[in-house]
């Protein structure tokens, strides 16, 4: 299919838009339609999905990409499905008013528009490892906020866990399940000769009669069974199979999860090795991991959304969308690293956990002020922020009173602890003493600090002055957005599985969160929580 951007936008002589009455024309006006079609369609840039078509123009055109990333936020922004999107496009003016569409003779979306949309856009992050939809819904989120007059000067971010579509099973389940799949493969494509005593795995009330109509104590029995066709299906099948998927789901599944013991395979123990969040925990969705956080169990992925904010309200200018092992460290040094060094001076505040010494240091090499609400992990005494050290970190140079250390050296270990001796006089004599936490000798008093300590210290400092106080009370909004999220646009209940899927359907939710933002705000029913800082 050839790729032709959508310049026939023209109003015809039948256009649909024409024929209504002043009343209708004035409630299409006041509409969000209107506030679509004037600033999001032409904000949606085309050209960088011309990747996904051929460059043959002798073959059929695609259909407007515009009109589809367009359908795509308005099916996010009333939470309807594909069918009712297209449905609405045909019946609804001002679906066709939105996506300028109100000339065409016949609408051009059809059934299956969106989904091969999709499609392609699925295949080429999985071939390219280039998600062409994040870069649109970042470019339109830009652009919005240009619409807004909100400055990227001062942006807030946070992350939020996502649940992934499918069931919590138990080892023995998903090593049934596993098994299951390949067998219904293999019978489906006519190997049954391979299935020997193994037919019951393809009948739909085999997994019911095995796990919930048996009794408890018939479980190891049932585990062993299930172990022993396993290893059936992998000694029949050799390497023939290869490239099948569910053969590699079922391997799998079995180097996690299993271990051979003289001859016999069995379920791997607790520090045997291998046994991490990152396991499958359902071969319907091989790309979910497991996570544990506040004592509530993921299984599923995560994902990060940074939002920049002034006195207008605020945009989500980035987001990020990954496997829920996935640090919220690693998410600030990605979007440190995609958004490069800023122009101008900005200001970038996060929750502990982004905070990290090597962070803040990529951040100030950026022109980003890092501004974290809070500080995890040990405490230190703030008195270490006064210890001068030196530019490599591993000497003291000076105390907090002003006195040199008879001797300074760093830990042989690597643990980055430097230890510093001083005049037994001097530190028994100090009004620091107690809050340097100094260890008296016999002839010298000794001292262990860290530069990573220190830098703690002085991050703590700076956080109780009053600036600090009200940088830190701008990230409070932020916590708006998972449940925006989750409770309007569904995103725990996306009805796709696998992280590329599961990304492009979150992408759609945060580009329809900025539309109804901006809608918002052309409407003037925008109420913003105000912060002095923000009017800096």
């Given amino acids: ?280 925990q359902n071969p319907s969705d091989p790309d979910a991991t497991f996570r544990k956080k506040a004592g509530k169990e993921y299984r599923g992925y995560v994902a990060n959304v940074e939002e920049s904010v002034s006195e207008n309200g605020s945009v989500v200018t980035d987001y990020q969308f990954e496997q829920n092992t996935y640090s919220d460290s690693q998410f600030l040094k990605d979007s440190l690293e995609r958004n490069g060094y800023q122009e101008e001076a900005s200001i970038l505040v996060t929750d502990g956990a982004y905070f990290g010494e090597d962070n803040q240091k990529q951040a100030e090499e950026q022109n980003v002020r890092l501004v974290p609400t809070a500080i995890t992990g040990t405490e230190v005494p703030d008195i270490y922020a006064d210890f001068k050290l030196n530019a490599a970190g591993d000497r003291v140079l000076e105390c907090p009173a002003g006195y040199a250390p008879r001797s300074s050296c760093c830990s042989a270990n690597g643990n980055g602890h430097i230890y510093a001796s001083f005049s037994r006089e001097q530190c028994l004599n100090c009004p620091h003493r107690e809050e340097c936490r100094v260890k008296v000798h016999k002839k010298v008093c000794s001292v262990t600090i860290s530069a990573k300590g220190q830098f703690r210290a002085q991050v703590k400092r700076e956080m109780k002055t009053e600036e600090y106080k009200q940088l830190a009370r701008i990230r409070n909004g932020v916590e708006t957005i998972p449940s925006i999220l989750r409770r309007i646009y569904q995103a725990d209940r996306m009805p796709v599985r696998g992280c590329i899927p599961g990304r492009f359907f979150f992408g759609c939710k945060v580009a329809a969160l900025n539309v109804r933002k901006l809608i918002t705000f052309r409407k003037g029913r925008g109420h913003y929580a105000q912060n002095p800082i923000l009017a800096i």
């Fill in 1 to 280: 299919m050839a790729f032709r951007t959508n310049t026939s936008q023209q109003l015809s002589f039948c256009d649909s838009a024409s024929g209504l009455t002043a009343r209708e024309q004035k409630a299409l006006e006041n509409s969000w339609a209107k506030i679509f079609a004037d600033d999001i369609f032409p904000a949606i840039d085309e050209e960088r999905f011309r990747v996904l078509y051929s460059e043959r123009t002798q073959s059929k055109f695609n259909t407007p990409v515009n009109i589809c990333v367009g359908a795509l936020i308005i099916k996010e922004l009333f939470q309807v499905s594909d069918d009712d999107i297209v449905e609405s496009l045909m019946l609804d003016v001002r679906y066709q008013y939105a996506l300028h569409t109100t000339s065409y003779e016949e609408q051009p979306l059809s059934d299956k528009s969106l989904s091969r949309f999709r499609k392609r856009c699925y295949d080429y992050e999985a071939a390219y490892n280039v998600d062409l939809l994040h870069d649109c819904v970042t470019d339109l989120g830009s652009k919005i906020a240009k619409m807004m007059k909100v400055s990227p000067r001062i942006r807030r971010m946070d992350s939020m866990m996502i649940e992934a579509n499918i069931k919590k099973l138990s080892r023995a389940e998903l090593l049934y399940t596993c098994v299951s799949k390949f067998v219904i493969f293999l019978h489906k494509n006519g190997q049954d000769a391979l299935l020997a005593g193994m037919e019951h795995y393809y009948d739909p009330n085999d997994f019911n009669r095995i796990f919930y109509y048996n009794d408890s104590s018939k479980t190891d029995g049932c585990l062993a069974d299930i172990l022993k066709d396993a290893d059936k299906l992998l000694d029949v099948c050799g390497q023939d199979f290869d490239d099948v998927t569910e053969y590699q789901l079922l391997v799998r599944c079995l180097s996690e999860q299993t271990v051979v013991e003289g001859a016999v395979r069995r379920l791997k123990e607790k520090g045997e090795g291998s046994m991490d969040s990152s396991m499958m």
